[in-house]
T-cell receptor, first 116, second 108 residues
Framework: KAGVTQTPRYLIKTRGQQVTLSCSPI?????VSWYQQTPGQGLQFLFE???????NKGNFPGRFSGRQFSNSRSEMNVSTLELGDSALYLC???????????????FGEGSWLTVV | GQSLEQPSEVTAVEGAIVQINCTYQ??????LSWYQQHDGGAPTFLSY????GLEETGRFSSFLSRSDSYGYLLLQELQMKDSASYFC?????????FGTGTRLTVIP
């Protein structure tokens, strides 16, 4: 079956603009998480959605937001872009709430955002 | 909060064995996972320890000791394609908190 799909793969934005990234999870998966990856900060959790509800949120400013649709597809938005927002944004999907297992999260290849 | 520390870089010879350590300060987590990420690629799952002890998956093994807040990933019979970054992660409320990552370079 198809994996996690993220679009766009690469984009360049200007400081102050906003950006929307899209994620299509694996079919049947209801949980979508977003992560930011930078050389300096590593992989950091942004937020997680399950059945259209945000369940958890990482330590990021309110400029970072997201949503999930009824078909489990998710989008994240970053407003008023700053140079420091340049990063790889990764989406991951899983079937649902399975805290006893560590191998049910599948990542997309990410969206590379460059802010100039 | 969750804090996981790993060595930043490790270099090993093709065919050898290498161990990548992960020490953590966290609580209430369900287990320790390991992910591999090649340059430009997505993190992919390698191994998971729900309980203390050793888990073996082919050339990869992972170990967890909750009493020592410590785990490691063991890679045997290293191949050039194993050159990548390796991350330990704890799963907390269905989300992953990643370690600082270890860049493994395999040399001929």
């Amino acid at each position: 079956k198809a994996g996690v799909t993220q679009t766009p793969r690469y984009l360049i934005k200007t400081r102050g603009q906003q950006v929307t990234l899209s994620c299509s999870p694996i079919s049947g998966h209801r949980s979508v998480s977003w992560y930011q990856q930078t050389p300096g900060q590593g992989l950091q959790f942004l937020f997680e959605y399950f059945s259209e509800t945000q369940r958890n949120k990482g330590n990021f400013p309110g400029r970072f937001s997201g949503r999930q649709f009824s078909n489990s597809r998710s989008e994240m938005n970053v407003s008023t872009l700053e140079l420091g927002d340049s990063a790889l944004y990764l989406c991951a999907s899983s079937w649902g709430q399975e805290p006893s297992s560590g191998n049910t999260i599948y990542f997309g290849e990410g969206s590379w955002l460059t802010v100039v | 909060g969750q804090s996981l520390e790993q060595p930043s870089e490790v270099t090993a010879v093709e065919g050898a064995i290498v161990q990548i350590n992960c020490t953590y300060q966290t609580s209430g987590f369900y287990g320790l996972s390991w992910y591999q990420q090649h340059d430009g690629g997505a993190p992919t799952f390698l191994s998971y320890n729900a309980l203390d002890g050793l888990e073996e998956t082919g050339r990869f093994s992972s170990f967890l000791s909750r009493s020592d807040s410590y785990g490691y990933l063991l890679l045997q019979e290293l191949q050039m394609k194993d050159s990548a970054s390796y991350f330990c992660a704890v799963k907390y409320r269905n989300n992953l908190f990643f370690g600082t990552g270890t860049r493994l370079t395999v040399i001929p």
